[in-house]
């Protein structure tokens, strides 16, 4: 079984797939993570020497890749991995795949990557609060559409990722 988290940049794919894999016993790839080491160059070199169209065609062979494992993984997406190309229809049509979107708010969003914006290449250009807010929720609003065709939504603005982790496991099993 792969367990697939998807949803916007800072809605908590890492940090709640690490705590669930752990908890259920499955492995924990990040999508980004695997490229990077896989590429040898960290997705913020590989915007920069590469583009994003790119990085777009090496996320989808690397997310062939790690679909293809025979192990049970807990797998946190890119938050633009579903909405380019057909990388959905590939998670989709994997019989082995649960797909879950980590739905935030635009205003959690917002408070967690104003501190982290220079790790973010999406995001690294603005300078107010004002302006990071207002391009996440044209962006949000037109990935939503995407993450929506999860198999499961899961409120994600609570205080306790054990909550969240509980949410997904009763839809599990």
Same mark, same amino acid.
């Given at each position: 079984?792969? !367990? &697939?988290?998807?949803?916007?940049?800072?809605?908590?794919?890492?940090?709640?797939?690490? #705590?669930?894999?752990?908890?259920?016993?499955?492995? %924990?790839?990040?999508?980004?993570?695997?490229?990077? *080491?896989?590429?040898?160059?960290?997705?913020?070199?590989?915007?920069?020497?590469?583009?994003?169209?790119? %990085?777009?065609?090496?996320?989808?062979?690397?997310?062939?890749?790690?679909?293809?494992?025979?192990?049970?993984? #807990?797998?946190?997406?890119?938050?633009?991995?579903?909405?380019? =190309?057909?990388?959905?229809?590939?998670?989709?049509?994997?019989? *082995?795949?649960?797909?879950?979107?980590?739905?935030?708010?635009?205003?959690?969003? &917002?408070?967690?990557?104003?501190?982290?914006?220079?790790?973010?290449?999406? #995001?690294?250009?603005?300078?107010?609060?004002?302006?990071?807010?207002?391009? !996440? =929720?044209?962006?949000? %609003?037109?990935?939503?559409?995407?993450?929506?065709?999860?198999?499961? &939504?899961?409120?994600?603005? *609570?205080?306790?990722?054990?909550?969240?982790?509980?949410?997904?496991?009763?839809?599990?099993?």
């Amino acid at each position: 079984m792969i !367990i &697939v988290l998807m949803g916007y940049m800072a809605s908590g794919k890492s940090f709640v797939g690490k #705590v669930l894999a752990k908890k259920i016993g499955f492995d %924990f790839i990040d999508l980004d993570t695997y490229i990077e *080491k896989r590429e040898g160059k960290t997705i913020n070199d590989i915007f920069e020497s590469s583009g994003e169209i790119h %990085f777009r065609k090496i996320e989808t062979k690397y997310l062939r890749e790690v679909l293809d494992l025979k192990t049970n993984i #807990v797998f946190s997406l890119g938050g633009g991995t579903p909405c380019y =190309g057909n990388n959905l229809s590939i998670i989709k049509s994997d019989s *082995k795949v649960i797909s879950f979107y980590l739905n935030t708010t635009i205003d959690t969003i &917002v408070s967690r990557l104003e501190n982290e914006k220079s790790k973010r290449p999406l #995001v690294a250009r603005f300078k107010s609060k004002d302006e990071l807010q207002e391009f !996440i =929720g044209k962006h949000l %609003f037109e990935r939503s559409y995407f993450y929506n065709q999860a198999n499961f &939504v899961i409120k994600n603005d *609570k205080n306790f990722v054990d909550d969240i982790i509980e949410d997904i496991i009763v839809k599990l099993f």
